[in-house]
């Protein structure tokens, strides 16, 4: 490699970026790494990356990639890939409320890619809590029986070491509250996770997975298992069309897709074809996340571009994010 | 008394335990399954009829054996200390009040044949209907009766007044933000049929006013078994002393109206040493102590009359012609000729395990403890649907909740063996029934709406979705030798009423004995849950639409 990476020259935009080329060595990325901790041990708050240091946040953000790839393990491309954005306290400010919506809607193991892994959704409570979020909670409502869900998905046992009790799967209608949906289309509102309502951040944290319905099940498609009636998205109204209304309700903050595994085909519920890519997304705009996500690997055996995905199409029209990745800037890093 | 009212808080608290244990969710299942079959087994009439109605001895018969004769040792002591049908009825009576207004007791031995041999001629109509083939024990057994009305009323009712609470202490919990109990999820049981049960126990309350333990003195069979060897108990026998002033307190004291006009004798067929006479004798003149100790001899009553041999006739044949009216019924499923055109209810789907119709009818006491153990609420008690002989027996309704594949909760607690308890690779193959699509109701079918929700949620892959002629977007096809018949499609199909696909019991798979998985690869079935390793197979379905693109893509 020729041009050394440099994430301190990148953030003050010293090096011009091209979204294809700019890997990171393991080695590098690990030096990059410590050298926030050795911040962080001079008395920074956050574990981040130095740019925190020399510049406050607003700054970070306008260096910050647009997506961030990693490759990895699921834990360590994780992180990985937040530290691309800036670090967790990109978006997470001390004392304020996560949640963090990972796909655990069905009581498989995470090898069946109908799941988020229990690693990734450790590993960002764990970068929540550095960050000094006072309450992280990682929420869904499940489609399967909750005990099933909580129990064989592995979450609730990787999560329970981070706080005990912060995996809920809320079935129970007493924990929804009608919102309205200002700019819905076809929704204009529906009962949502008070916990929702009342954080200051949302995570969404999908697997990446085929859907029959929705072509792809990623991180706008996951913003479904945060309402009540779930089925309604179905009955009365067009799927995509209020995928997209939930989005413009969530605006999540991050979006991080686990494609460590990708369930490429008879998803959302499997069993169908698994690719092993362990790669890691992440993007503070949703739409750019999942279009990246469906370059990244093939469905069906076949490529597919973003806009042959409804929901992600309206979605860039809709202005709620952009699929038009190739003009986006883009980090990679492996771990 | 004190020790009637330890001994019957105790009994009546651990049978509440268990009843409530025997829902999952209440993570006490083993305890609570096996207190509770425990606990039903000790009912003799309930095991007898059901043994001679299914024309098999169960392993468990001595535990209702060592009950019945119980009787010659302990008298009705059972009834008085044990029974929590007995100690409902007690707490029952005590919250109620008894009617102060009432007259003076009747004399418990009467000239002529008095109301109290009624439970005689209900347990030969039991037994004479059981001999034919034919179980309704289920209308009297108290210990099947007493764990329905927990299981499927107090219990529930219990959990809605809970819900309540915690709904409005959310904001306290909230501001506490202890997780534990502010997401504790309170299950939300529902059963059919509530009304039948609020009548059938309020009019025994009510009649429990008028004659405490109304039940125990005229209806319950069971407490006649034991009563049949109660005549001189041998180790608890109500005495009086020369103490006694014959001022006939422990007369009107006696919750069973056990003690005669005489009060230094007693009917020992009726007494249920429960010691309230003890206890109100202002002399101190009775005692329970064994029957030949000390000088003076317990002295037994005449007993009331048994039924004359002509009312056990009628009491027979009543049984026997209440067996044919099932037997020759058309709706009622007892009869083992299923052939012939004969009508199987569509909403006949029983839970996984359940043995052939008849038998099952024949052993299924309607306790309710599959109700109450199935975790997603959808084992529900039939009303009449499935005839007389079906009332109150389990039916799966998928509207409700979904079964679980790896559940065996129901199988686990039955305590008749009506449904199998089944190990998990058994399990899966025990299929209750087959979903259908109601194309004129489905949203992809007829509304050419995008819509997968039954092929999310089989845990079976037993839908597949193709393109259709004409249709825009791919619709469900049951697959039905994949297919188990658990519901979940219906449970979770969008379409309202109706739903747009639904689950009969069509090629369900009824053994009483054997495995199913065997006899399921016989017919052909390709039940799996999921691939056993992690699924990377190069060949998997490319479910190709018209236009060459897989579902949920547009070109």
Redesign the interface.
């Known amino acids: 490699m020729a041009k050394r990476f440099s994430p301190l020259a990148r953030l003050h935009g010293f090096e011009p970026l091209n979204p294809e080329a700019t890997g990171l060595t393991r080695r590098e990325f690990l030096k990059w790494q410590m050298g926030g901790a050795c911040a962080l041990a001079a008395g920074s708050v956050g574990l981040v990356g130095p740019g925190r240091l020399l510049f406050p946040s607003p700054a970070l953000a306008d260096g910050a990639p647009d997506i961030a790839l990693a490759t990895g393990r699921p834990a360590t491309a994780t992180r990985a890939a937040v530290e691309l954005l800036g670090g967790m306290a990109a978006f997470v400010k001390p004392g304020q409320r996560v949640v963090i919506k990972p796909n655990i809607s069905f009581p ?1 193991p995470p ?2 890619a109908t799941t988020t892994h229990p690693e990734v959704v450790r590993e960002l409570a764990v970068m929540c809590r550095e960050a000094g979020a006072s ?1 992280v909670m990682i929420l869904d409502h499940t ?6 869900c909580l129990e064989q998905s592995g979450v609730v046992a990787a999560c329970e070491s981070v706080e ?3 995996v ?1 799967a ?3 209608a ?2 929804y509250r009608e919102a309205a949906i200002p700019l819905g289309v076809s929704m204009k509102s529906t009962r949502v996770m008070a916990d929702v309502l009342d954080a200051d951040v949302l995570i969404s944290a999908p697997v990446a997975k ?7 099940s990623l991180s706008m498609k996951n913003l479904m298992g945060l309402i009540f009636d779930r ?2 998205m ?2 009365r109204h ?3 069309v209020a995928i997209v209304d939930l989005v413009s309700l969530f605006r999540p903050a991050l979006a991080v897709v686990d494609a460590t595994r990708v369930l490429t ?2 998803g ?9 890519l362990d790669t890691v997304i992440a993007s503070r705009d949703p739409v750019a996340a999942d279009a990246r996500a469906v370059l990244l690997s093939e ?4 490529r ?1 571009e973003p806009r ?3 929901h992600i ?1 309206l979605a860039h029209e809709r202005g709620l994010g952009r699929m038009d990745v190739e003009n986006l800037r883009e980090s990679r890093v492996a771990v | 008394m004190t020790i009637k009212r330890a001994v019957q808080t105790a009994s009546l608290g651990l049978f509440v335990f268990a009843v409530w244990g025997l829902a999952r969710d209440s993570g006490m299942t083993g305890p609570g399954s096996t207190l509770a079959r425990f606990f039903l087994r000790l009912d003799p009439v309930l095991v007898l009829g059901v043994d001679i109605a299914a024309r098999a001895l169960a392993a468990s018969l001595w535990l209702a054996g060592v009950v019945a004769l119980s009787g010659l040792v302990f008298g009705r002591a059972f009834c008085g200390n044990i029974c929590p049908m007995g100690a409902t009825l007690d707490v029952a009576g005590r919250l109620a009040g008894r009617n102060r207004r009432s007259r003076a007791p009747r004399d418990v031995v009467v000239a002529g044949p008095g109301p109290r041999r009624i439970k005689y001629l209900v347990l030969t109509g039991i037994v004479a209907c059981a001999l034919s083939g034919v179980s309704l024990v289920f209308f009297v057994s108290p210990l099947a009766l007493i764990t329905r009305l927990y299981g499927l009323f107090i219990l529930p009712a219990a959990e809605l007044g809970a819900r309540a609470a915690m709904e409005a202490a959310d904001p306290v919990l909230r501001a506490l933000d202890a997780h534990s109990l502010l997401y504790a999820s309170i299950p939300s049981h529902r059963f059919a049929g509530q009304l039948y049960i609020a009548v059938f126990f309020g009019t025994l309350f009510f009649l429990a006013r008028r004659d405490p333990r109304f039940w125990c003195r005229y209806v319950c069979p069971a407490g006649a078994v034991i009563a049949l060897f109660s005549r001189k108990p041998v180790l608890v026998a109500r005495r009086v002393g020369e103490a006694c002033t014959g001022c006939g307190a422990c007369r009107r004291g006696c919750p069973m109206g056990a003690i005669p006009a005489d009060p230094k004798t007693t009917v020992f067929t009726e007494c249920v040493v429960c010691r309230a006479c003890a206890g109100v004798c202002p002399e101190g003149a009775v005692s329970f102590t064994p029957w030949t100790a000390g000088a003076a001899r317990a002295t037994a009553s005449a007993s009331p009359v048994l039924p004359s041999r002509r009312e056990f006739l009628a009491a027979g044949a009543i049984g026997a012609g209440a067996a044919l009216t099932v037997l020759t019924g058309l709706a009622e499923g007892s009869s083992a000729d299923d052939s012939g055109g004969r009508p199987l209810s569509p909403t006949a789907v029983r839970p996984p395990g359940a043995v052939p119709e008849p038998e099952f009818l024949a052993r299924c006491v309607r306790c309710g403890a599959c109700m109450r153990a199935c975790p997603t609420n959808m084992l529900q008690p039939a009303l009449f649907s499935t005839g007389v002989a079906g009332l109150f027996s389990p039916l799966a309704v998928p509207r409700r909740g979904g079964c679980q594949p790896d559940c065996t909760a129901c199988g686990d607690v039955c305590p008749t063996g009506a449904i199998r308890q089944l190990v998990p690779t058994e399990r899966l193959w025990a299929k209750t029934g087959t979903a259908q699509v109601l194309r004129h109701k489905c949203l992809a079918w007829e509304f050419n709406r995008k819509c997968l929700v039954c092929d999310e949620v089989c845990p079976y892959n037993a839908l597949e979705f193709r393109r259709a002629e004409g249709l825009d977007v791919a619709v469900p096809h049951v697959i039905e030798d994949k297919c188990t018949g658990c519901g979940w499609c219906e449970r979770h199909c969008p379409v309202t009423a109706v739903p747009a696909i639904v689950v009969e019991p069509m090629g369900a798979l009824r053994l009483a004995d054997g495995s199913y998985r065997e006899a399921g690869q016989s017919e052909g079935l390709r039940i799996e849950r999921r691939p056993k390793k992690r699924h990377i197979d190069p060949a998997a379905p490319v479910r190709n639409g018209g236009d060459g693109l897989p579902p949920g893509f547009q070109p």
């Open positions: 498989n090898e069946y309450r489609l399967y029986d909750r005990t099933a005990p009790g912060m809920q809320l079935v129970d007493r924990f085929s859907h029959s319905s929705a072509g792809v089925s309604v179905h009955s067009d799927l995509n085909t008879n959302p519920g499997g069993p169908g074809k698994v690719d092993v469905w069906y055996g076949r597919f042959q995905v409804k199409a």
